[in-house]
């Protein structure tokens, strides 16, 4: 493989530069060194924090992402917490259908290791977490290094707070610690901006009290603005603004 800078023209017309491939074999005449490359490359490895409340599309957004890594050749690695089960154990799937298979890791594991590992049999491009809300101190912490100490871009995606509004260990340490925080909106009943989420019970009622993580239950999950999460009205409601920010 030579290397080369690929560009792609976006819709405006301006062009972008997409990635630079195989830093070692850097055209003569250019003056750089290899080193200085790949010196350049783990500078700009970057810890990224996809956070927004239930059905926003985080999965989605994640292995499409996974996906266009993969097209190019590149090997994307994809973690997944074991207390998530919905799509079955070391599996990412989402609500419109895509699915992955995904590494699933506990919340005593070293995800530096697990991540050093992978990238020394086979050079690892990107990491994804999925539901990284679930990640320990430790582990946000680690996933710094993947990206500092190995190179790595980390991408994660997660919830931000729970159903009674508290930050989750995973996300408080990525909101401090991630250098580029993105929301993934979705919306609420209401029509604004839904940064919330309220559990329910079969009946639709909210529930106001219990564990931060439940898995399993009757229980589900509904996205709402902060007004209705105050309110704890979870129920269907005229829109009062459809579709404002
Ligand atoms: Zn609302």
Redesign the pocket.
Known sequence: MTARISWQRQRSGSAIKMFHLNPRSTPPGQGRSPWSDINQRKLMAKLYFYYSAMNAGKSTNLLQAAYNYKERGLKPLLLTPQLDTRSGVGKIGSRIGLAADAIAFSQTESLYEICRKEHAGNEVSCVFVDEAQFLTRQQVYELGDVADRLGIPVLTYGLRTDFQGNLFEGSLHLLAWADVLTEIKTI?????K?SMVLRIDSLGRPIRSGEQIKVGGNESYVS??R??FKSG?SEK?QPELPFAD
């Open positions: 609420c009943h209401c029509g604004r839904a709402v603005c007004l209705h009205l409601d």
